[in-house]
């Protein structure tokens, strides 16, 4: 059985991208992990998160933002990434998985507000999971990213109290410094000034220790935005470490988190030695 979908994770992946999702959950389901869903963490019906228990000892907490563009190209719910949450778990870490409100139905600083209050939700109550409400990571792909970015950069969205509490960002194939190229992001940030979208804006050396992964092969987000936001870090003496991996493009560096794919690469080995590291 798990050898079929192992072969089946692999012919669809790249031609059915909600086949392999189902495939990938369904090989994670093998594991050693609760799973306690659909937990409000404020009053919208897409105000809701999952939560994944390891099968030990819990060495932090990370919240893993999904992308999507924000909402404006084609987003899954929550549900699908369980396998992200697999891979975490089984390296130690309760693992949370929200679903937000999307653009068009509200803009950028409305899906802050919602990733905002699942921060506190979990500061407030990941404990009674088994979680680490002082040793929290922030984790995105894609625009999940940029949002994770965005809490990790920007204080006046979490507060001086509350992001005391992040221990650290892991962006995969994330925009930190970008320009408007697709029709819907003027419309997305129209409330807010254009340097106030970019997390590159924000930074100013004192920001958690950031891990930076992007794949040679990404046609959706460009490398200028790992080499720039690199680069400002480090002028600001601030900790970055930065991972470009060859033949890997957007969704591959998703799919690297999954079972089958997960020695295909570094990328969950250098996910696994920046938490290590860091919550030392």
């Given amino acids: 059985m798990k050898t079929l979908l192992l072969v089946a994770l692999t012919l669809f992946l790249t031609a059915c991208s909600s086949t392999a999702l189902m495939v990938a959950n369904t ?35 990370v919240i893993f933002f999904y992308g999507g563009c924000w909402g404006a190209c ?11 949450a697999q891979a975490l778990t ?16 509200v803009l950028f600083p409305q899906i802050m507000e ?16 088994g979680g680490r409400a002082d040793r929290i990571f922030l984790m995105g792909h ?19 109290g509350l992001h005391q509490d992040i221990r650290g960002f892991i962006g995969l194939a994330a925009p930190y410094d970008f320009i408007f190229d697709e029709p819907y992001m003027s419309a997305l940030f129209a409330d807010m000034d254009y340097p106030e979208s970019q997390p590159s804006h924000f930074v100013d050396g004192s920001e958690p220790p950031m891990l930076l992964l992007y794949g040679n092969q990404d046609k959706k987000v460009y490398m200028r935005n790992i080499v720039n936001m690199t ?32 020695g295909r690469s570094e990328v969950m080995h250098d996910i696994s030695a920046f938490l290590e590291s860091v919550s030392e």
């Fill in 27 to 61: 090989l994670a389901r093998f594991d050693d992990y609760t799973l306690t869903a659909n937990q409000p963490y404020g009053p919208h019906t897409l105000n809701r998160l999952d939560i994944y228990q390891p099968g030990e000892q819990a060495k932090g907490t």
């Fill in 74 to 84: 084609t987003t899954y719910t929550r549900g699908s990434y369980g396998f992200v």
């Fill in 90 to 105: 089984s390296r130690g870490y309760v693992v949370v998985i929200p679903d937000y409100r999307l653009y068009p139905e």
């Fill in 114 to 129: 919602d990733s905002t209050a699942v921060v506190a939700w979990v500061r407030n109550n990941i404990a009674r999971f």
């Fill in 142 to 160: 894609s625009a999940g990213g940029h949002i994770a970015a965005m809490l990790t950069v920007n204080e006046r969205y979490l507060g001086a």
């Fill in 231 to 262: 680069e400002i870090v480090r002028q600001k003496g601030g900790s970055v470490e930065p991972h470009i991996y060859n033949g890997v493009d957007h969704v591959a560096m998703l799919a690297a988190l999954s079972i089958p794919y997960r």
